[in-house]
């Protein structure tokens, strides 16, 4: 699947998203207006599951979850940054991180984290709107 057809499905599945909020779908869901259960670890491999609460009781992160926050660090010093050569600075070694965490794991392209710059090649590349087929 190419760059572009990937940006067409990603913003044709937040349009709808959209238009479903927008008409009300998601209001009557189970559990709306509850706080959520931040201890549930049914995503945790059974294997692993002693391991993370050992570590989550000593105040540990798991790697990728370090690296995710450093790399928040990361765009919100390059949000508030004005001098150009130090901008591009700090998008190379946000980049740098992004690359980084991304082949830490084994995942397929499409689900990486994306380096800085996507969404402004996003939105210079013209995207048409009528699917293909």
């Given at each position: 699947?190419?760059?572009?057809?990937?940006?067409?499905?990603?913003?044709?599945?937040?349009?709808?998203?959209?238009?479903?909020?927008?008409?009300?779908?998601?209001?009557?869901?189970?559990?709306?207006?509850?706080?959520?259960?931040?201890?549930d670890d049914a995503h945790v491999p059974e294997d692993l599951r002693m391991a993370w609460r050992v570590l989550k009781n000593a105040d540990c992160l798991p790697p990728e979850l370090l690296a995710r926050r450093?790399?928040?660090?990361?765009?919100?010093?390059?949000?508030?940054?004005?001098?150009?050569?130090?901008?591009?600075?700090?998008?190379?070694?946000?980049?740098?991180?992004?690359?980084?965490?991304?082949?830490?794991?084994?995942?397929?392209?499409?689900?990486?984290?994306?380096?800085?710059?996507?969404?402004?090649?996003?939105?210079?590349?013209?995207?048409?709107?009528?699917?293909?087929?």
């Open positions: 699947m190419s760059f572009l057809n990937l940006a067409f499905i990603e913003r044709l599945a937040e349009e709808r998203i959209r238009q479903a909020q927008d008409q009300g779908a998601f209001d009557d869901l189970p559990g709306r207006g509850k706080p959520l259960d931040l201890e450093e790399i928040h660090t990361a765009r919100e010093l390059l949000a508030g940054m004005t001098d150009e050569a130090e901008r591009h600075a700090q998008m190379q070694r946000l980049n740098l991180m992004i690359t980084k965490l991304n082949e830490s794991r084994r995942r397929p392209i499409n689900l990486e984290a994306r380096q800085e710059y996507y969404d402004k090649v996003v939105a210079r590349v013209p995207v048409n709107d009528k699917t293909p087929g």
